[in-house]
């Protein structure tokens, strides 16, 4: 599995954008999340997608601003954000793991090279 993510930029508080990964492989096997690390943070978990796409998960510091999605014809992951906060500025990175809900590191075993999103306040 091999993984590109993109969209990244720089944004006005408040405003949006959406990432997105490509994915070659047999991706439709894997839960799909994206991860983000700020200048001198842990990366930490920010959202997964199942198999199916039915089932979706957030970090409590995203919920309600994000949405996750996954088109399977096009074997793409997406990640919208909304109302986004200079908090939110940080390298963001899709993955894929065999099981939903993980929100550690060491649950995703396939990365993409991040994109960089930086929110101005």
């Known amino acids: 599995v091999q993984l590109q993510a993109s969209g990244g930029g720089l944004v006005q508080a408040g405003g949006s954008l959406r990432l997105s990964c490509a994915a070659s492989?047999?991706?439709?096997?894997?839960?799909m999340g994206w991860f983000r690390q700020a200048p001198g943070k842990e990366r930490e978990f920010v959202a997964d997608?199942?198999?199916?796409?039915?089932?979706?998960l957030y970090a409590d510091s995203v919920k309600g601003r994000f949405t996750i999605s996954r088109d399977k014809a096009k074997n793409t992951v997406y990640l919208q954000m909304n109302s986004l906060k200079s908090e939110d500025t940080a390298v963001y990175f899709c993955?894929?793991?065999?099981?939903?809900?993980?929100?550690?590191?060491?649950?995703?075993?396939?990365w993409g090279q991040g994109t960089l999103v930086t929110v101005s306040s």
């Open positions: 993955a894929a793991s065999r099981n939903f809900g993980g929100s550690t590191i060491s649950e995703y075993g396939y």
């Open positions: 492989g047999r991706t439709f096997s894997y839960v």
């Open positions: 997608i199942s198999r199916s796409g039915g089932r979706t």
